[in-house]
C-alpha cells in the first residue's frame, strides 16, 4: 500500500498548526488514492505528542535521541533520508516554514526525487502528481506538475489548508525507530532562540489598524499615514518591506514572521498582498484597502477596496473623518 | 578577526511586479512581460549588499554570478556597481523553463570550479518563489547552508548566523565555512546605487559561460531538467470579494466615513 508521510513541526515543546494542516489534507489525498496517512516526528521527549499525532494518522513513526533536540536540518536531512529510502512512501508533505525551507530542498536533492515548494493545493491525477503555487507575491496561481518519480516531496503553505481532527479519532499505531544518528553533527549547531524586544506597542491590542506597505514609496510619506492613524485614532502597522526599510520597527510588522492581528477596522494602504501579510490579518473585522493595482491579492481578501493612488485618497479620507469630527464637536 | 574571505553571490534578474496589474499572455504559462522593468531580485540585492559589506570590512573578493539572457547584464552591472570584482552570466537558450533545481544544478556546475568560503544567496524570488536554489546549491558543493539569515558574525572558520523564525522570533546558529546562507531582506540596508555608478563599470568585463562549457547536458536543464513543469497560469480565485468604492478621492473618503459611521468606528 502506498504511504504519505506528513513530518510533524514543533517549537519548545509545541506542534505548529502547519503539522495538523498537513496530517488533514494527506489523509484527504490518502483516502482518495488508497494510501496510508503515517505521521513522522523527531525530538527528544517526544513520546506524548506521538500519542496527539496518532489521534489524525494511521501510524505515527517515533525517532527520539537527544541529538534532535533542537531542530537542525543536518539531524533531520539524516534521520529522514534513512526512513524515506527504506519506506519509499509515495509522498513525503513538510511545511513551507522557517524549518521546512531549510530541509526540504536539500533533502530532496540528496534523495533525488522531485520537490514543489509552497504548496496551496495539491492532488493525483492518474499517475500524475498536480500541484498549485503561487507565483508574483500571490498575483498569479501556477498549476504545474511534477516529473514522474517513485516518490514525490512538497512543502505545504501556512494555512492553505484547514486542520480538522478526525471523529473518532483514528488511534493510529506508534511505531518507536532506533535514532539513525551515531555522532554529533558540528557543521551546524543550535545556539538559542531570540526573542523580540519587549516594549514598543502592542498592534494586537489595537482596535484601529492602518496598515502600510511598499506603495507608501518614501519615508517621507510617513508623516501623511500617521496623521490618518492618529486622526482615526488608530495604530500604524506594516507589511514585511516597511520594517526592512526601517521605516517602523518590526513590532508593528503584521503577518507569519510578524504578529497576528484581529482588530475592528484594518486599513490596507500600498499592501498588495502577499500571502505572509494576508495570514496575519485576513480575521480582521473590517478590512478596507487602497491599492492602485487593480489585480493586488490583497482586495480578495478585503470587504472594501478602493483602486486608486493612495497619496490622493489618504489625505482625503483624514480631512473627512477631521471634518465628521468637528461636525460631531469631538 | 578572520582572514579575508572569497564570496560568491548568486542573483537573478527578475520583473518588478509587487505595484504592476500583471497579465496573463497568449500561452497561458507566463505573463505578458514586456512592458515591465526588471531589476536584481530584492532578496539577492540584500545578500549581494551583505557580501560587499563582509569585503569592506574583512576584505577578499566577492563575484556575481546568473544563469539568464544578456538582458541579466544590467543586474551583474548593478552588482559590480555596488563594489562585486567579479561578474559571471551562464546563458543558454535551452536554460529556459528551468525551475529551481535546474538552476541550481547549473550554478554548481561552475561554483564547483570556483574558490570561495562564503557563498550568498536570497532567500527566494520574487517571480516563481521557490526558495530552493541555495539548499540544494549547498548539497550538490557538500558544504552546510542555512536560510532565512538576518544577521553573520563571522570568525575564524566560522559563522554565527541569526536567521528567522515565524512570530517575530530568530534562532542563532553556528556554522562551518565554507558554507552557503540563503539571505532574507532586512538584513541590512542596501545601499543606493547611481546611474554613474553603474556608467562606471560598464567596461568591466562579464565572464559569459553557455551550456556546453559547463559540463551539462540539455536533459540536465530547461524542463527537461526540471522537477517542475508547468501547465498553465490564471488569476488566483477570489476568497471574499470586495465591494469596490468608486469615484473621486473626496467622493471615496465620504463612503469610507459613513461605512465606519455605521460600524461606530467614528
Not at chain 1, 557543521?187 to 492602518?210: C, H, M, N, Q, W
Not at chain 2, 531582506?185 to 556608467?199: D, F, L
Request: charged share 25%.
Amino acid at each position: 500500500m502506498a504511504e504519505i508521510f506528513v513530518l510533524a513541526e514543533h517549537r519548545q515543546g509545541q506542534i505548529r498548526e502547519i503539522t495538523y494542516e498537513m496530517l488533514t489534507k494527506g489523509r484527504e489525498i490518502a483516502e482518495k488514492i488508497n494510501a496510508e496517512l503515517t505521521a513522522l516526528i523527531l525530538g527528544k521527549d517526544v513520546k506524548e505528542k506521538a500519542k496527539v499525532l496518532s489521534e489524525y494518522a494511521k501510524k505515527v513513526v517515533v525517532f527520539e535521541d537527544n541529538k534532535l533536540e533542537n531542530f537542525n536540518s543536518d539531524t533531520y536531512q539524516k534521520v529522514l533520508s534513512s526512513i524515506i529510502m527504506e519506506q519509499k512512501p509515495l509522498l513525503t508533505m513538510i511545511g513551507h516554514t522557517s524549518y521546512g525551507v531549510e530541509l526540504a530542498p536539500r533533502l530532496a536533492a540528496l534523495l533525488k526525487i522531485p520537490l514543489a515548494t509552497d504548496c496551496i493545493d495539491l492532488a493525483f491525477e492518474g499517475e500524475n502528481l498536480t500541484v498549485t503555487r503561487q507565483m508574483y507575491g500571490g498575483k498569479v496561481n501556477v498549476k504545474a506538475v511534477l516529473k514522474k518519480a517513485y516518490s514525490y516531496m512538497i512543502t505545504a503553505r501556512q494555512a492553505a489548508f484547514a486542520s480538522k481532527k478526525p471523529q473518532p479519532p483514528l488511534n493510529g499505531e506508534i511505531i518507536e525507530k532506533p535514532s539513525p544518528l551515531t555522532e554529533e553533527i558540528t557543521s551546524k549547531r543550535f545556539l538559542g532562540y531570540v526573542l523580540p524586544p519587549p516594549g514598543g506597542v502592542d498592534i494586537t491590542a489595537a482596535e484601529k489598524l492602518i496598515g502600510i506597505g511598499r506603495g507608501i514609496k518614501d519615508q517621507a510619506n510617513m508623516s501623511m499615514m500617521k496623521e490618518l492613524a492618529n486622526t482615526i485614532g488608530g495604530v500604524l502597522a506594516c507589511s514585511r518591506p516597511v520594517v526592512d526599510k526601517g521605516w517602523l520597527p518590526s513590532d508593528r510588522q503584521v503577518g507569519s514572521s510578524g504578529k497576528t492581528v484581529k482588530p475592528k477596522l484594518y486599513i490596507a494602504v500600498g499592501i498588495s498582498g502577499a500571502f505572509q501579510h494576508v495570514l496575519g490579518m485576513k480575521n480582521s473585522d473590517l478590512i478596507i484597502s487602497i491599492n492602485k493595482d487593480p489585480n493586488a491579492p490583497i482586495f480578495n481578501f478585503s470587504d472594501y477596496g478602493i483602486i486608486d493612488d493612495l497619496f490622493k485618497v489618504v489625505p482625503a479620507l483624514t480631512n473627512k473623518i477631521k471634518e465628521e469630527k468637528k461636525q460631531k464637536g469631538i | 578577526m578572520r582572514n579575508a574571505l572569497n564570496i560568491i553571490v548568486c542573483v537573478k534578474h527578475v520583473p518588478e511586479t509587487s505595484e504592476v496589474e500583471l497579465k496573463i499572455d497568449a500561452c497561458g504559462k507566463s505573463i505578458e512581460k514586456a512592458r515591465l522593468i526588471f531589476d536584481i531580485n530584492e532578496w539577492d540585492d540584500y545578500a549581494l549588499e551583505e557580501a560587499v559589506r563582509i569585503k569592506e570590512k574583512l576584505g577578499g573578493t566577492v563575484t556575481a554570478i546568473t544563469v539568464g539572457p544578456e538582458e541579466s547584464d544590467t543586474t551583474l552591472r548593478k552588482c559590480l556597481a555596488r563594489g562585486a570584482d567579479k561578474a559571471i552570466r551562464i546563458t543558454d537558450s535551452k536554460i529556459e523553463g528551468s525551475d529551481g533545481y535546474g538552476i541550481a544544478k547549473i550554478l554548481h556546475s561552475v561554483i564547483k570550479n570556483l574558490n570561495y568560503d562564503l557563498i550568498l544567496t536570497g532567500s527566494q524570488a520574487g517571480d516563481d518563489g521557490y526558495s530552493m536554489v541555495g539548499p540544494i546549491l549547498a548539497e550538490m558543493l557538500g558544504i552546510p547552508h542555512t536560510t532565512l539569515v538576518k544577521k553573520i558574525e563571522l570568525s575564524t572558520g566560522v559563522a554565527r548566523v541569526n536567521r528567522e523564525l515565524e512570530g517575530g522570533i530568530e534562532e542563532v546558529i553556528e556554522v562551518k565555512l565554507p558554507a552557503l546562507f540563503a539571505v532574507q531582506t532586512g538584513i541590512n540596508e542596501p545601499r543606493y546605487i547611481s546611474i554613474m555608478g553603474v556608467r562606471k563599470v560598464m567596461q568591466k568585463e562579464i565572464k559569459v559561460i553557455d551550456l556546453t562549457e559547463t559540463g551539462l547536458s540539455e536533459n540536465d536543464v530547461g524542463e527537461a531538467g526540471s522537477w517542475l513543469k508547468i501547465e498553465r497560469l490564471y488569476v488566483p480565485p477570489v476568497e471574499k470579494q470586495a465591494e469596490f468604492l468608486k469615484g473621486s478621492p473626496d467622493e471615496v473618503a465620504a463612503k469610507i466615513v459613513e461605512i465606519l459611521k455605521i460600524r461606530g468606528l467614528i
